[in-house]
C-alpha cells in the first residue's frame, strides 16, 4: 500500500513499554493466583480521551473495588453522556433511525455477556454483565436483549436525543446511505482495568458505526474481536472500523501476540500493520487498539493521527501516553 511508511511512534508519560522481555514471570503468576495484594496498585485505561470515563474506573480501583466494577463504572459514564454521539444515549442512529447498542464484558475468570443491537436501554454494558452473570449464555441480541433488559428491571429510555436526530435528518438529505465511521470523533469505549489483587477486566460499548444498516453489528460486542481478556496474559480493546477487527479476530489477537513476548504497544502496532496489510492502499478507515499486561504495562496503537488513550498509571497518575499515527 502506498501509505505503509507508517509511523510516529512515541511513548510519553512513566509508562515503561519493555522490548522483548517476557511479560510474566512465573512469580508474577503464582503471586496472581494466591490472590494477594499487588504491589504495584491498581490500572485503568481506556480508548481515546474520556476523562471522566478513566475518573469513575479509578475511583472504584482506588477504593479496592474489582476490575470488573471498575469497567463496567467506568463505560457507564460515557454511556450516560447524551453528548457523546457513539455510545449510549445520544449515540447515533442507524439508517433508519433506530439506535442500536452493542455491548461486552470480560472478567479474569474468562467469563463474559454481550448483548447486540440493544434498542432502548442506556447501559448496555450492565446489561451485558447480567448476560453473563444471570444467564447461561453469552450473547443476546435484539429483541431478545430489550426484552431481558426490561425483566432485569432496567428501565426503558429514548436513546435518540433531539441532535441526534437532526443530524440524521440532515443525512439523510445528502447521503447514498453510506455508513459514517466516527473519523473526527472520539468514539466507541473499550476499558481495560487491572485491580489490587491482580485480576483484569474489560468492558466495552458502542452505538456502531453511525447511520449502519438496520442490524449491523461491528467488533464491540464481540468477544476475540472488539475485547478479550486472558488472566494469564493480558486484555485488549478496539476502537474503529469493527468489520476489519472482526476480520482479523483483533482483540484476541493482541492477547496473543503479547503471550508470545510482544509489550502491549507492539502488539498493538502488529494488530494495526496487519490490517492495513489487508487493506493496500485504503485510507478511508480508523483502526486502534489499546492493550494492558498481567504487570500492568500498558500500550496502544492507531492508525488515526494523534490518537492517544487515557490512563490512570499503578501510582494514579492520569494522562494519555501514547500517540501513533499513519504518516502521510
Ligand atoms: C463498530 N468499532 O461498531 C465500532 C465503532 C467504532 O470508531 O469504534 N467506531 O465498528
Known amino acids: 500500500m502506498h501509505r505503509r511508511k507508517f509511523l510516529k511512534n512515541s511513548t510519553l508519560g512513566s509508562v515503561a513499554i519493555l522490548g522483548t522481555a517476557p511479560l510474566i514471570s512465573c512469580a508474577e503468576t503464582e503471586t496472581k493466583t494466591a490472590g494477594n495484594i499487588r504491589p504495584d496498585g491498581p490500572v485503568a485505561i481506556c480508548t481515546w480521551d474520556f476523562g471522566n470515563a478513566t475518573d469513575k474506573a479509578w475511583s472504584v480501583l482506588r477504593a479496592g473495588g474489582t476490575a470488573l466494577d471498575a469497567a463496567e463504572q467506568g463505560v457507564m459514564v460515557e454511556e450516560a453522556d447524551p453528548e457523546n454521539q457513539t455510545v449510549g444515549l445520544g449515540g447515533r442512529p442507524d439508517r433508519d433511525g433506530f439506535v442500536t447498542l452493542d455491548a461486552c464484558i470480560m472478567d479474569s475468570q474468562s467469563n463474559c455477556g454481550a448483548v447486540m443491537g440493544l434498542e432502548g436501554y442506556v447501559h448496555a454494558v450492565s446489561v451485558a454483565r447480567r448476560v453473563m452473570e444471570k444467564t447461561p449464555h453469552v450473547i443476546l441480541v435484539g429483541d431478545g436483549a430489550s426484552q431481558f433488559a426490561s425483566e ?55 452505538s456502531g458505526m453511525a447511520y ?56 498493538c502496532r502488529e494488530g494495526v500493520l496487519r490490517i492495513m496489510k489487508k487493506n493496500a492502499g485504503r485510507t478511508d478507515f480508523q483502526i486502534g487498539f489499546i492493550a494492558l499486561n498481567t504487570l500492568g504495562e500498558t500500550g496502544g496503537y492507531c492508525i488515526q493521527p494523534g490518537f492517544s488513550y487515557r490512563q490512570y498509571d499503578s501510582k494514579g497518575h492520569r494522562n494519555t501516553p501514547v500517540e501513533s499515527y499513519l504518516k502521510s
Request: aromatic letters at 6%.
Open 152 to 206: 432485569q428491571g432496567f428501565s426503558r429510555t429514548d436513546l435518540l436525543t433531539a441532535k441526534s436526530r437532526k443530524e440524521w435528518v440532515e443525512w439523510k438529505k445528502t447521503s447514498e446511505y453510506a455508513p459514517v465511521i466516527n473519523i473526527e470523533n472520539h468514539d466507541t469505549i473499550g476499558m481495560l482495568t487491572l485491580d489490587a489483587n491482580g485480576d483484569l477486566a474489560g468492558a466495552c460499548t458502542t
Open 212 to 267: 449502519k444498516l438496520r442490524g449491523r453489528v461491528g467488533d464491540s460486542p464481540v468477544i476475540g474481536a472488539g475485547l478479550y481478556v486472558d488472566p494469564e496474559v493480558g486484555a485488549a480493546t478496539a476502537t474503529g472500523m469493527g468489520e476489519e477487527v472482526v476480520r482479523t479476530v483483533g482483540s484476541f489477537l493482541i492477547v496473543e501476540l503479547m503471550r508470545q513476548g510482544k509489550s502491549p504497544e507492539e502488539a
